[in-house]
């Protein structure tokens, strides 16, 4: 996202001369996808009343504030319901798919607007509902403004060498020091501790892994939302947002480049150890493949068992559910030689073990967490 890239560094140059730029610094440019704004017609609403259309079983009839104006709109998303805060399209908009909103009757109701899916404002491919916006979003601004839509995607074919321009910080150095613009790091302070817990950790493969940060957060809310402004940052760089908890951690190794990991404390037994795995052992994944451990894997353990299958994925033993609270976050250093070839030998590729088996930063680890 070159929106995101000019957070850190912002040279004063073009999108063309700065996808030049990324080439001569052998970070090799294979599109730019400009992303057009949508325009003044397109606005945060909020479903101030609904109810159900009187002659279809399936639609319903909003009131939605739009900032100064209440329309009727006619409505068929599944998740419509009151107090939903969701971007509108006002009549003369057109949609990217080219199709022009105008007041029309719905069944014998006069429709002035559509409340919009992610999909049909071309941000996502495919949409189950009307696109959900924080609840504290500015009713009445434009969504271009709101969610800082004009952007363009650079699409960077890296060679396995750059490792450490699998994130935004690393491309935003490359960039700094080829155009001479100083790099505007943001600054990240240290979250004080707040409570006393401890969770021991023994790394008997220092070679395989030299460095593990973990931090205990306890009370945590999983029916909380990610913000708009994450989730939009998320989706420009192809990751599609799933929790707080999956996007905190995504979010960090987009920016910085440190892959991150979650498990569910409650479920973790005496301790973490990280260590080879031992003959026979299995593990079932987050993705619920079961594997046959191979005594060259290093693995994320705990006093009784294997909980993660180190630096590519969790265990399914461990993972976040419905009735997580309290967490130990994981941010750890793998060597490449000991992540390297392991995940393609079980036929799989991960955003973490794409990182590891380049060589992640060994600095990382505490900014990080």
């Not at 265990?315 to 994981?330: K, P, Q, R, W, Y």
């Amino acid at each position: 996202s070159e929106s995101w890239l000019r957070e850190w560094v912002s040279p004063d140059i073009t999108t063309a001369e700065l996808a030049e730029l990324l080439t001569q610094a052998g970070l090799e440019v294979e599109t730019v996808e400009v992303q057009q704004p949508l325009g003044d017609k397109f606005v945060v609403g909020r479903i101030s009343a609904i109810e159900k259309h009187p002659d279809a079983d399936k639609l319903n009839v909003c009131r939605v504030d739009t900032g100064g104006d209440s329309l009727t709109i006619v409505c068929g998303a599944p998740n419509a319901r009151q107090g939903l805060v969701a971007p509108v399209a006002l009549v003369g908009a057109e949609l990217p798919g080219g199709m022009q909103i105008g007041a029309r009757e719905v069944r014998g109701v006069a429709s002035s607007g559509m409340i919009c899916s992610a999909a049909e404002l071309g941000l996502e491919e495919q949409s189950d509902g009307v696109m959900e916006l924080d609840a504290d979003a500015p009713v009445g601004a434009l969504l271009d403004e709101y969610l800082a839509l004009e952007d363009a995607i650079i699409d960077i074919d890296l060679t396995p060498d750059r490792g450490d321009c699998l994130s935004i910080a690393g491309i935003a150095r490359d960039i700094s020091a080829m155009s001479g613009t100083a790099l505007t790091e943001p600054e990240i302070k240290n979250v004080e501790a707040q409570i006393e817990d401890v969770f021991s950790v023994e790394l008997q493969a220092p070679q395989a892994c030299p460095r593990y940060a973990g931090r205990i957060i306890r009370g945590v809310d999983l029916h909380a939302v990610s913000p708009d402004w994450m989730k939009e940052k998320l989706r420009r760089v192809g990751l599609r947002s799933i929790s707080p908890i999956v996007d905190v951690t995504n979010y960090v190794m987009i920016e910085l480049g440190q892959p991150m990991h979650a498990f569910d404390l409650n479920k973790l037994e005496g301790g973490i150890v990280v260590r080879m795995a031992e003959k026979g052992e299995a593990l079932t994944l987050l993705d619920e493949s079961q594997i046959e451990l191979q005594q060259d894997m290093l693995l994320i353990a705990d006093h009784k068992k294997a909980v993660a299958l180190a630096g590519i994925m969790g265990g399914g033993n461990s993972e976040i559910d419905e009735g997580t609270t309290d967490i130990l976050l994981e941010s750890a250093h793998f060597s490449p030689l000991a992540i390297a070839g392991k995940a393609r030998s079980l036929g799989m590729q991960t955003d973490a073990s794409h990182r590891f088996e380049r060589g992640v930063d060994t600095h990382l680890q505490a900014l990080a967490i």
